[in-house]
């Protein structure tokens, strides 16, 4: 590792600690606060739901309604009522989990015990199934859900399905942000939801504790960046909604720090040379400080190259 970084471990854990904050606690360790209000934002077809611990889409159908993600346990009670009424339906008949972090899954066994259909990809249903000891992501030992919490139906690679008449095309996005990750494209309603796998407001971090690298998150913007036009509404975990020309910004973003990571690799840099190096500063002021994720993406591609 080159001398050259004076970023120290000590000062990233305590950077760390900051960046995740209460906010990215395990569910179990939030399942008493208190519900934060929940806002609405018509999506042309769809419903934005915020205030829940990530964002929420929702749609009306005649058996229900549909949901994308299900924000932090701590909100499900509040979250569910929002969505029904934002939708009038008078049950959630599918939940969709982007992947299988806290402020997806808050939901899950409320509207499980309810007989709605949960569906994930395969590996966050692993993931929800069993005891999750560390993350990148967030501080804590992640317990199981109960049985009822858990994906009653997988996806693998990529799809389609169809509710209430919305064509959904579906995709999975290998260790891109989790290692669990998958997209939800809406064709007609011109809406992508791509999970924590980008942010308009900051570097979502990278769970390479979980199998996430900076390659896969490359290829994930590349695939998603050529699903989207211009004004496609791109829905990210948290954060303000997206337009697709923000989407192609993030692939060329991501594509010119995967090659200057690739240089830091070749001449013997660590993590800390990667924060003081600091390659995305440009950005700085639009994302806010890249220390923590620097420092685990190139850790991850550590991991990826030469592992331990």
């Known amino acids: 590792m080159s001398g050259q970084g004076q970023f120290s471990r000590r000062g990233f854990l305590q950077i760390g600690t900051v960046a995740v904050g209460s906010a990215l606690l395990p569910a179990y360790a939030r399942a008493g606060q208190a519900a934060a209000r929940i806002t609405t934002t018509d999506l042309a077809g769809a419903t934005l739901l915020t205030g829940a611990g990530g964002n929420v889409v929702a749609l009306p159908g005649p058996d229900g309604a549909l949901m994308i993600d299900g924000g932090r346990a701590g909100s499900a009670d509040a979250l569910i009522a929002a969505v029904k009424s934002a939708t009038r339906a008078t ?35 692993i993931a929800l199934s069993n005891t999750i000891y560390a993350s990148a992501v967030f501080e804590g ?9 858990r994906p009653t139906k997988t996806v693998r690679n ?14 999975y996005m290998p260790a891109a942000h989790s290692d669990g990750d998958i997209y939800l494209h809406f ?8 999970g924590g796998v980008v942010s308009a407001e900051r570097w979502p971090l990278l769970d390479h504790k979980n199998g996430a690298w900076l390659g896969g998150r490359v290829r994930a913007v590349e695939r998603l960046a050529a699903l989207v036009k211009p004004d496609t509404k791109v829905v990210p975990a948290d954060g303000r909604v997206m337009t697709g020309a923000e989407m192609v910004k993030q692939r060329d973003m991501y594509q010119k720090l995967f090659s200057t990571m690739i240089g830091y690799l070749n001449k013997g840099y660590g993590p800390e040379d990667a924060v003081t190096n600091n390659p995305v500063k440009e950005y700085q002021g639009e994302f806010g400080d890249p220390s923590a994720f620097l420092y685990g ?7 990826a190259y030469v592992p331990d």
Do not use: C
């Open 187 to 194: 064709p007609n309603l011109n809406l992508l939801v791509v």
């Open 297 to 303: 993406a190139l850790r991850s591609m550590m991991i």
């Open 158 to 171: 990529d799809g389609t399905l169809e509710f209430a008449g919305q064509q959904i095309n579906y995709g």
């Open 91 to 125: 049950r959630i008949n599918t939940l969709i989990n982007t992947h299988w972090h806290p402020e997806q899954t808050g939901s899950n066994e409320t509207v499980g015990r309810a007989g709605g259909v949960i569906v994930a990809h395969e590996k966050s249903k």
């Open 141 to 149: 030992r992640l317990q199981p859900l109960p049985e009822a919490g």
